[in-house]
């Protein structure tokens, strides 16, 4: 069934078997022609880089978002330094986030 000439290509790639022990070829056809080989969607090196690239970029801003938070965390504990954790308490968090966006703009 599988032969080159009715153009079903079985995918040059490895997939983990089910219990997770070895590598076996992956099953699926391959529709992608890279690098001399045929891959499914999810192995062709073009595909693998695309995911490889948006996981980066995930990455990425997840890094910046914990960059802000430490920040924003720093310049809390600046703001309440000094001031009794009972009239923090008091003024509670809505006090706090609007100095601290205010402090941010500046
Ligand atoms: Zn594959």
Excluded: Q
Excluded at 27 to 47: D, I, L, Q, T, V
Excluded at 57 to 80: G, I, T
Aim: include cysteine; charge should be positive.
């Amino acid at each position: 069934m599988m032969t080159e000439d009715d153009g079903v290509h079985p995918c040059a790639g490895h997939v983990h078997d089910d219990i997770g022990i070895g590598f076996h070829r992956c099953s699926r056809n391959g529709s992608y022609h890279e690098e001399g080989k045929w891959w499914c969607k999810s192995h062709a090196p073009s595909e693998v880089k695309k995911r490889d690239d948006a996981r980066e970029k995930a990455w990425e801003k997840e890094r910046k978002e914990d960059k802000a938070k430490w920040k924003r965390h720093d310049a809390a504990l600046e703001l309440c330094e000094g001031v009794e954790t009972k009239t923090l308490k008091k003024l509670g968090r809505g006090w706090l986030s609007k100095h601290l966006k205010r402090k941010g703009k500046r």
